[in-house]
T-cell receptor
Framework: KAGVTQTPRYLIKTRGQQVTLSCSPISGHRSVSWYQQTPGQGLQFLFEYFSETQRNKGNFPGRFSGRQFSNSRSEMNVSTLELGDSALYLC??????????????FGEGSRLTVL | GDSVTQMEGPVTLSEEAFLTINCTYTATGYPSLFWYVQYPGEGLQLLLKATKADDKGSNKGFEATYRKETTSFHLEKGSVQVSDSAVYFCALILSGGSQGNLIFGKGTKLSVKP
């Protein structure tokens, strides 16, 4: 069974640009969550999607957005990039039943460097 | 708000040493507790979990007990191996509520020397 796949793995952008990251969840998983990982702040929750609907959102500015497609694949977008957006962006999927069990399957991440 | 506090690393041990990584939490409801592990260059993997007080989660020789009275979920292993070198994250999630995301600690880096 294929794991969570994130693309691209590495990318470099300059301030002011925008970026789109992609995540393909494990087959059959309908929930996709995104986290930002930085040395200073650790892992911070961005948002969660389930059946194409955003179910939960973390405390990030509106420059961070996402969406989920009918096949459960998800994308996140960051517009007007700032230096502080440099981070590892992790996607995680889960088979969400009646309640979120917290058992997430993470991809290897997309490492974004903003110059 | 809800939060998780882990002991700061890095932790450096010799092979076969005993490991303890402390984790305490603050939660408004009744959380489930988790330990995730991140090996170099990889994403996080669930190591173990406990869903209610006094539950013991265990996997790959690691174990942790959900202690409600001390709001703790310390990770232990009796004999570490070089392959255990990784970053360990303690996390919680509030069960059954609208809050559907994991809250992570800052992580503790473990290095095991041969």
């Amino acid at each position: 069974k294929a794991g969570v796949t994130q693309t691209p793995r590495y990318l470099i952008k300059t301030r002011g640009q925008q970026v789109t990251l992609s995540c393909s969840p494990i087959s059959g998983h309908r929930s996709v969550s995104w986290y930002q990982q930085t040395p200073g702040q650790g892992l911070q929750f961005l948002f969660e999607y389930f059946s194409e609907t955003q179910r939960n959102k973390g405390n990030f500015p509106g420059r961070f957005s996402g969406r989920q497609f009918s096949n459960s694949r998800s994308e996140m977008n960051v517009s007007t990039l700032e230096l502080g957006d440099s981070a590892l962006y992790l996607c995680a999927s889960s088979f969400r039943g009646r309640a979120n069990t917290g058992e997430l399957f993470f991809g290897e991440g997309s490492r974004l460097t903003v110059l | 708000g809800d939060s998780v506090t882990q002991m700061e690393g890095p932790v450096t041990l010799s092979e076969e040493a005993f490991l303890t990584i402390n984790c305490t939490y603050t939660a408004t409801g009744y959380p489930s507790l988790f330990w995730y592990v991140q090996y170099p260059g990889e994403g996080l993997q669930l190591l173990l979990k406990a869903t209610k007080a006094d539950d013991k989660g265990s996997n790959k020789g690691f174990e942790a007990t959900y202690r409600k009275e001390t709001t703790s979920f310390h990770l232990e292993k009796g004999s570490v191996q070089v392959s255990d070198s990784a970053v360990y994250f303690c996390a919680l999630i509030l069960s059954g509520g609208s809050q559907g995301n994991l809250i992570f600690g800052k992580g503790t880096k473990l290095s095991v020397k041969p």
